[in-house]
C-alpha cells in the first residue's frame, strides 16, 4: 500500500483496515474518527430537486423512499425503472469540523465504499475520482478543511454511459456476459457493458436476479485524522502449531508522518503477548514482533468442534499516545490438498491434519439493494447454513467481497470460505489502468479478509476458462480476427494467472489460488478426475436426477434446481391474476432462459400435473429436493474420490423462482431441510447402483461409530412385511456400503408391492437415531398413495408450540404451514408412517388461538 500524497491532494488511497479503529475525540489516542453518514441529500443530476437520502444507500432506495418509484421487486415494477442507471445523480452532506481535527497531522476522507464512478468535491474543489466499487477510497482533505460547517459532493456517474464509451472505444466485442440483461435494460445497441465496470455483476441481471445497476454510497464514510502516525493494517502470521504452543508474527503497516521512535505491542484480551521497539520513517512500512500463545485450542469447522478464537490487539505507542487495532484469529491448519493418486489428482482440504469433505453451498449477495442487508439478515444466512450442517460456503465472483460481519459470523460459527474473486461469465479487458484497478481491488480485499480463519481459498473467476473452451467464446473472438483470440486470451491471462495469483502469493502466501471454478489446474480445463467441477446436466440438459450420483468429481462446486419460493412469499410481490408460472409476473420473477417450462418437463417426469397453482408450488418444492437428494449423498457416498458437494444456492437477491434453498425473505424450502438431513455428520443412504440396491453408510466424525443399522420394507398402511438389523463398526472419517442385494431378485420379490411400499433405514447409537431415511422404488405418480387422516395436538413450549403427529397411513412429503404468520418448524416436508412418533417444534410469536386459526396440514396425495 502506497502512502498517501498528501500534497496534492489528488492522489487515491486504498486503505483497508481489519476492523477500524477504536478511539475517541478527546483522548490522547493517535487517531480520531467521525461517521458522516447523516444529513444527505441527493437529486437527478442537473434537475436541482435535492430529497433526504440514506447513507449507506443507493440511488435505487432512496427514490423508493421518496415514493418517487414503486417497489422494483413487486410485478413488473423493475421494467419502468431502467431510466435510473442511465443519468447521474448527485449527493451532498455538510458536516462540522472543529479544532480537534484540524490540528492534527493528517486528516482523511475515507469511503469504505463508493458505487461507482463518482467525483468528490469538498469545498467546492474536487479531491477523487473513483471507479471501483469493491475499493475503499481514502483522500488527505486537511488543507481543504475549515473550522464550522464543510460541505462535501459528489457525482455519481451513469455506469451505463461510462460502459458505452469503453464499449465502443474498444474495437472488438468480448465474449460472454450473456447474464447482463441489456436488452431489457434499453441499453443502446443492446450492449452488454458490464464487463467495463469494477461493479458487482448480477446489478445488469443474472439468471436468478434482475437488472437493477446501482450507483450510490453503498458503504460508511468517515473523516479520519491523527498525528504522527497509524496502523493501516495488522497481518497475523501464524507460523507453527503444536499441542504446546502456536507461534506468530503480527505485521504492523504504519503509516508514520515523521521519523521517530515508536511501541509495538500485541495484546489478547487485555494481556500483552510481546512487544518491540522500532524507528518509524515517513511513509508506509512493515514493522514485526513475534508472539506466541501457549497451550493453542484449535479452531474446528461446523460439526467437528468449537470454532475456537483468540481476540488479538495490535498497540502503537508514539510517546504515550495510542493507536489500536482488534482483529480476530483462529488456531488452525489448512491446506487444499492436490496429489497424484490412481484417478488423477486429488482435491480436499486438510483442516488441522484431518481430510474433511466439504458439505455446503454457493453463496450470493442477499439483496439487490446490498446498504439493505441487515446484520440479522447475515445472521440469519449463516446460521441456516450452520443449522444445515453446512461446513463451506462459496461467496461466488458475481457478487461482492462480502462485508466484514460475514466472514465474523463464518468465523464464529465454523464456516469455510470459499473466496471467489469478482469475476463471473465474461471475457475481461487488460489495458494497464483496467488491470492495475484489479491489482488494487485485490490487494484492498486480501488485506481486509486475510485474517479470518474462514477464508479457505482465493479463487479467480466463475466459469470462465469453461466458457472460453466449451462453450463457444473462442469461436466468438476469432470470428473478429485471429488477432482478438490473442488479445482476449492474453487478457485472461493477464488477470488469473498473473494478476491475481501475484497478490495473493505476496499479501497472502499461506493459502492457495485457485484460477477458475470450474478447472484442473491453472489454465487446464475441467475434468472430473483432477479438479472441481460444476453440474449442469440436471437442468440444463434434462438429465434424470440420478446422475447427480452418477456424475462425479473430486470437488462438486456447482449443481442445482430450480423452484418457486412458498405461496406467502409469492403473495408479497405477485396478485391472483398472475398465478399461473406462465403468466407475464411469473415469467418475470424467471430469469433463466428454459425456467418454468424445465421445472414442469422435470415435474410430470415423477407427479401428476398439480391441480392449482399452490399446489404446483409445493410439489416443486418437493421435487427440487428430492432431485439435490441425489446430489448430497451420492457426493458424500463417493468419498474420498469426491470431497465436496456445494449445492447452487443457499439464498436470493429478490423474490424469485431460482435455484435457492431458503427465499428472499429467508423461509427455508423443503430443499434446506433436505440439506440438513444429507449433511448430517452420520448419514445413512439406500441406493440403486446398476443390478445392486445398497445402504451406505458416511461417517464425518473423526472417531469411529458402532451402532445398530436397522432396515424395513414397511407398506403404505404401516405393515413390516420384511426387516432385518445388525451391528456394524463404521470408521472414522469414511464412507462405505453395509448391505447389498441383486434388486432384481427383491424386485420379483416385492413386485406386487413395489406401489405400496417403502424401504426405510435407520442409524441408532445407544439409543439415539443418528439418521434415517426413506427410499421409494418408483416415482410417486405410479405409487398407490391414499390421503392419510394426520392429528395433531399442539403444547406451548419455550419460544413457540411443540405439534404432535400421528397418522394413520403414509403421509408423503408432509407440509405445515401456518399462513402469512411467522414462525420456523423445525422439520417440515417429511414422510411420516403410521409406527413414526413425530413432534415438530414451531417457533413463534403468535398465540395458541391464532395457530389454530392457520395451522394447515398438507400432504402430497392433496397436490392432484
Keep these: 500500500m502506497n502512502a498517501i500524497n498528501r500534497w496534492p491532494l489528488l492522489a487515491i488511497l486504498a486503505l483497508l483496515f481489519t476492523v477500524a479503529c477504536t478511539t475517541n475525540e478527546s483522548g490522547p489516542d493517535l487517531m480520531i474518527q467521525k461517521e458522516l453518514n447523516t444529513n444527505w441529500t441527493f437529486s437527478q443530476a442537473g434537475e436541482n430537486e435535492w430529497l433526504p437520502a440514506t447513507v449507506p444507500g443507493t440511488v435505487h432506495t432512496d427514490l423508493l423512499a421518496n415514493e418517487k418509484i414503486e417497489d422494483p421487486f413487486y410485478r413488473l415494477n423493475e421494467l419502468d425503472q431502467q431510466w435510473i442507471d442511465k443519468v447521474d445523480w448527485e449527493y451532498k452532506s455538510t458536516f462540522t469540523v472543529d479544532k480537534t481535527f484540524l490540528t492534527r497531522d493528517i486528516v482523511v476522507l475515507d469511503f469504505e465504499g463508493l458505487d461507482t464512478y463518482a467525483d468528490v468535491s469538498v469545498n467546492g474543489e474536487k479531491v477523487l475520482s473513483a471507479d471501483n466499487m469493491f475499493r475503499e477510497w481514502q483522500v488527505d482533505v486537511k488543507d481543504l478543511l475549515k473550522e464550522g460547517d464543510n460541505e462535501i459532493h459528489i ?94 508474527t503480527a505485521v504492523f503497516e504504519v503509516d508514520a508522518v515523521k521519523k521517530t521512535k515508536a511501541t509495538i505491542a500485541v495484546n489478547n484480551d487485555g494481556q500483552t503477548l510481546a512487544s518491540s521497539e522500532v524507528s518509524l520513517t515517513p511513509g508506509v512500512n512493515k514493522y514485526s514482533v513475534d508472539f506466541e500463545i501457549a497451550n493453542p485450542q484449535l479452531w474446528w469447522t461446523n460439526g467437528l468442534g468449537e470454532a475456537h478464537l483468540y481476540n ?3 498497540v502503537l505507542d508514539v510517546k504515550g499516545r495510542t493507536v489500536t487495532e482488534d482483529t480476530r484469529i483462529g488456531i488452525r491448519t489448512l491446506e487444499l490438498v492436490r496429489e497424484k493418486d490412481d484417478a488423477g489428482t486429488s482435491f480436499y482440504f486438510k483442516l488441522n491434519g484431518h481430510p474433511v469433505f466439504m458439505k455446503g453451498a454457493n453463496y450470493i449477495p442477499n439483496d439487490m439493494f446490498l446498504p439493505r442487508v441487515t446484520d440479522e439478515n447475515y445472521r440469519k444466512v449463516v446460521m441456516n447454513a450452520k443449522n444445515a450442517n453446512n461446513n463451506m460456503l462459496r461467496v461466488w465472483g458475481g457478487g461482492i467481497y462480502e462485508n466484514d460481519i460475514f466472514y465474523n459470523l463464518c468465523d464464529e460459527n465454523g464456516i469455510l470460505i470459499w473466496q471467489d474473486f469478482m469475476f463471473a461469465c465474461a471475457m475481461f479487458p487488460n489495458n494497464p489502468e483496467f488491470l492495475d484497478n484489479i491489482k488494487h481491488e485485490a490487494i484492498d480485499n486480501v488485506k481486509r479478509l486475510r485474517n ?37 486470451w492474453q487478457a485472461y491471462v493477464d488477470i488469473f494467472h498473473k494478476t491475481l495469483p501475484d497478490v495473493v502469493n505476496e499479501y497472502d502466501p499461506a493459502r492457495s489460488y485457485w484460477g477458475s471454478s470450474p478447472s484442473s489446474g491453472l489454465g487446464v480445463q475441467a475434468d472430473l478426475v483432477n479438479g472441481d467441477e460444476h453440474y449442469w ?77 399452490e399446489s404446483f408450488l409445493y410439489v416443486n418444492h418437493v421435487l427440487q429436493a428430492d432431485g439435490i437428494k441425489f446430489g448430497l449423498e451420492g457426493h458424500r457416498r463417493a468419498m474420498p474420490f469426491c470431497m465436496g458437494s456445494l449445492y447452487w444456492q443457499i439464498n436470493d437477491v429478490w423474490p424469485v423462482a431460482s435455484w435457492s434453498s431458503t427465499d428472499y425473505y429467508q423461509k427455508w424450502k423443503a430443499l434446506q431441510y433436505y440439506v440438513k438431513k444429507g449433511f448430517s455428520q452420520v448419514l445413512v443412504s439406500p441406493y440403486e447402483e446398476g443390478i445392486k440396491f445398497k445402504v451406505g453408510i458416511v461417517n464425518d466424525r473423526l472417531e ?71 427410499y421409494y422404488f418408483l416415482p410417486f405418480k405410479n405409487l398407490s398413495v391414499k390421503a392419510p387422516q394426520v392429528e395433531y395436538a399442539i403444547t406451548k413450549a419455550d419460544n413457540g408450540f411443540d405439534i404432535a403427529l400421528r397418522t394413520d397411513k403414509l403421509a408423503k412429503n408432509l407440509f405445515l404451514e401456518i399462513g402469512d404468520e411467522e414462525g420456523f418448524f423445525s422439520d417440515n416436508y417429511f414422510d411420516m408412517l403410521p409406527n413414526d412418533k413425530v413432534s415438530i417444534h414451531l417457533k413463534t410469536d403468535i398465540s395458541e388461538e391464532k395457530l389454530n386459526e392457520v395451522l394447515t396440514i398438507r400432504t402430497l396425495d392433496d397436490a392432484f
Design 155 to 248: 457525482v455519481f456517474r451513469s455506469p451505463i454511459v461510462e460502459g458505452l464509451k469503453k464499449y465502443d472505444a474498444n474495437g472488438f466485442v468480448y465474449p460472454g456476459a450473456e447474464n447482463d440483461q441489456a436488452e431489457r435494460g434499453e441499453v443502446e445497441g443492446n450492449k452488454r457493458v458490464s464487463i467495463y465496470t469494477r461493479k458487482a455483476g448480477y446489478h445488469y441481471g443474472w439468471d436468478w436476479g434482475p437488472r437493477l445497476v446501482t450507483s450510490g454510497i453503498w458503504k460508511p464514510v468517515y473523516l479520519k485524522a491523527w498525528d504522527n502516525a497509524t496502523i493501516e493494517n495488522l497481518q497475523i502470521v501464524q507460523n507453527e502449531v503444536s499441542d504446546e504452543k502456536a507461534t506468530f
Design 452 to 488: 479470518h480463519p474462514s477464508i479457505a481459498l482465493w479463487c479467480g473467476n466463475n466459469e470462465i476458462l469453461t466458457a472460453w473452451n466449451t462453450w463457444g467464446w473462442k469461436k466468438i473472438a476469432a470470428d473478429q480476427g485471429d488477432d482478438v483470440t490473442e488479445k482476449v
Design 537 to 613: 446436466g440436471v437442468w440444463w440438459a434434462k438429465e434424470p436426477f440420478s446422475t447427480y450420483a452418477t456424475h462425479l468429481a473430486r470437488f462438486m462446486s456447482e449443481y442445482g434446481f430450480q423452484s418457486f419460493p412458498e405461496m406467502a412469499s409469492v403473495r408479497k410481490y405477485a396478485e391472483p391474476e398472475d398465478y399461473d408460472i406462465y403468466s407475464e409476473v411469473m415469467e418475470s420473477h424467471q430469469r433463466s432462459s428454459i425456467g418454468n417450462g424445465t421445472i414442469e418437463y422435470y415435474m410430470l417426469q415423477e407427479y401428476k400435473k398439480p391441480k392449482d397453482f
Design 312 to 314: 488479538l490487539s495490535g
Design 704 to 774: 469411529p461409530i458402532q451402532a445398530e443399522l436397522r432396515m424395513q420394507m414397511v407398506d403404505f398402511d404401516g405393515k413390516v412385511i420384511w426387516e432385518e438389523a445388525h451391528l456394524v463398526d463404521i470408521p472414522a472419517n469414511s464412507s462405505d456400503d453395509y448391505f447389498d442385494v441383486n434388486k432384481n431378485e427383491w424386485r420379483y420379490q416385492y413386485r406386487r408391492n413395489l406401489k405400496n411400499v417403502v424401504f426405510t433405514t435407520e442409524l441408532v447409537e445407544n439409543g439415539n437415531v443418528l439418521s434415517k431415511n426413506y
